[in-house]
């Protein structure tokens, strides 16, 4: 019989004591140590990817006032807001483990093995690339991954409930662009457990019991729990005080940029198209689009995963990415076209230009 992998659920923590905790157990899956399928929740924080900036990417005022930790993630990706609603799950295993190296190719296994989790629990989840897990278009957890020598470390989370007003404030967006419309457009694009269930809502440890048989399943593994060995613990109370100070949060800090925001409206043959697009005009890249108005698309989940394949996006390579995504996919737009909704899109980034465009220190 193969080696059980281990389970661990390291519970309610701090945010600085769950980074570190995710260097200890990936350098051990380095060293040798057992495939480990780990879980674990957050005390309200603000995570940034390893190389982002907290004072581009984060209100540290605001995070401050709200008592809500920061803290610099080893791996990479965007700034995250994370708290008890949450649970998180992490699997720290050796490279060879899904014979390959495509980080696509083992975001749809393992997001395939999450959906089944989520599938038991009465939710009609399902995968949307690259690597979200969605249900019936509206996100309910991200995941992500990353290769550090022989080890694999891919994580991902399951939203029981989520306050969006809290993560808008806590990251850097225009004040302005708080406002209750903002707020409700984000709530559509985000659900939860607790939405989706109501008074069936489950526990904590319902979820992650069936995470847990699914991920049993598509591997082919069984788990066993364990808990950190002697090695691990003595690592982790020296990574706990290192990460949980101003020099590690801090390291990769630069000046605030300048991101632009600007809007374009445009009456098509197919309907009335809007456009918000925010610009980091210091490294050319499209940080984040919304589109709305009141045209007709289907399947209607198409321009949230638009907007999904647009984020953090070189400016340069809008016009390739629209039409190689519409070229794609079957999409039933009646009178709208996909150069419908770049005009649009290049209108507002045009406006970038103009005076009359609002720009914030990020």
């Known amino acids: 019989m193969s080696r059980p992998w281990r389970l661990l659920d390291t519970g309610l923590r701090p945010a600085s004591e769950n980074m570190a905790l995710d260097r200890v157990l990936l350098e051990s899956c380095q060293a040798g140590a057992p495939n480990t399928l780990r879980f674990l929740r957050f005390e309200p924080s603000a995570l940034i990817g390893f190389h982002q900036s907290a004072s581009q990417e984060l209100d540290l005022d605001y995070c401050r006032d709200a008592g809500i930790a920061v803290s610099r993630r080893i791996t990479g990706g965007g700034a995250l807001y994370c708290d008890q609603g949450q649970i998180g799950w992490e699997l720290f295993v050796d490279r060879r483990t ?65 306050d969006v007003e809290r993560m808008l404030r806590v990251l850097r967006i225009p004040r302005e662009k708080i406002s209750d419309k903002a707020i409700a457009s984000a709530r559509e694009r985000i659900t939860t457990l607790r939405a989706l269930l109501a008074d069936a809502t489950p526990s904590v440890a319902t979820v992650q019991a069936s995470l847990v048989q699914a991920f049993s399943e598509g591997l082919g593994v069984r ?15 020296t990574y706990k005080a290192e990460m949980g100070g101003d020099d590690w949060v801090f390291e990769t800090d630069r000046p605030r940029l300048e991101v632009a925001t600007a809007s374009a409206l445009r009456k098509t043959p197919g309907g009335l198209v809007r456009v918000m697009a925010m610009v980091d005009t210091a490294r050319g890249r499209l940080k984040q689009v919304f589109i709305t108005g009141d045209f007709f698309i289907d399947p209607r989940r198409t321009i949230v995963d638009l907007e999904a394949a647009l984020r953090d996006l070189a400016l340069e390579r809008i016009d390739e990415t629209v039409e190689g995504f519409f070229a794609s996919r079957e999409v039933d737009m009646l009178l709208l076209t996909p150069d419908d909704v770049l005009g649009v899109l290049h209108e507002a980034i045009r406006a970038l230009e103009r005076e009359d465009h609002e720009r914030v220190g990020v």
């Open 98 to 162: 899904f014979a390959t190296a495509d980080m696509m190719e083992i975001a749809r296994q393992t997001c395939g093995m999450a959906v089944r989790g989520l599938q038991s629990l009465g939710v009609q989840a399902a995968f949307r690339p690259r690597n979200d897990i969605e249900v019936q278009g509206r996100k309910i957890g991200g995941t992500g991954g990353a290769f550090d020598g022989e080890a694999l470390l891919y994580q991902g989370t399951v939203l029981i409930d989520f």
């Open 223 to 237: 788990f066993e729990a364990g808990d950190l060995s002697a090695a691990e613990c003595e690592l982790y109370e």
